[in-house]
């Protein structure tokens, strides 16, 4: 029987970004406040938009529009004012009207993971009706990058 060759599975689109904790993100104690972290997954997911050739601003020009529906995100280790933090957005679902992001952030400084987390987005048009995502877009959004 002859050995069949299996493809590699595709890599999800995935960006690393990086980005520095301001003071105004922390709490007395000098720590990221929790909430501080999902303008952060926003961040990476707009700069993993962008690298793809697919600005946000230019999806809501076509009357594409992204709502969070679901959040998840676990704390892992604490961020401190002034930490350098990387974080790594990845594509990790394109459904007919939905993607699903996930974020990690470690601090490189001692390769801390930091937080690791999702969002899940539904796809809707101008009116906030949903909208099934056009296949050219949904394969731009699964291709490797």
Do not use: N
Not at 15 to 29: G, I
Not at 114 to 135: M, N, S, Y
Request: proline share 7%.
């Amino acid at each position: 029987m002859a050995k069949t060759e299996q493809s590699p599975s595709p890599v999800p689109p995935s960006h690393p970004h990086t980005l520095r904790v301001r003071y105004a993100e922390t709490d007395q104690a000098g720590m990221a406040h929790h909430a501080a972290y999902l303008p952060w997954f926003e961040e990476g997911r707009v700069a993993l938009l962008r690298a793809l050739g697919k600005p946000y601003r230019e999806l809501e020009a076509e009357g594409f529009h992204f709502p969070v529906r679901e959040v998840q995100c676990r704390y892992r280790a604490v961020a401190l004012f002034d930490d350098v933090l990387k974080m790594t957005t990845t594509i990790e679902a394109v459904g007919g009207a939905s993607i699903r992001f996930g974020y990690r952030l470690v601090r490189p400084a001692d390769d801390m993971l930091i937080a690791e987390g999702a969002t899940q987005h539904a796809c809707v048009d101008d009116a906030g009706k949903v909208k099934r995502l056009p296949r050219a877009l949904r394969e731009m959004l699964g291709r490797r990058l």
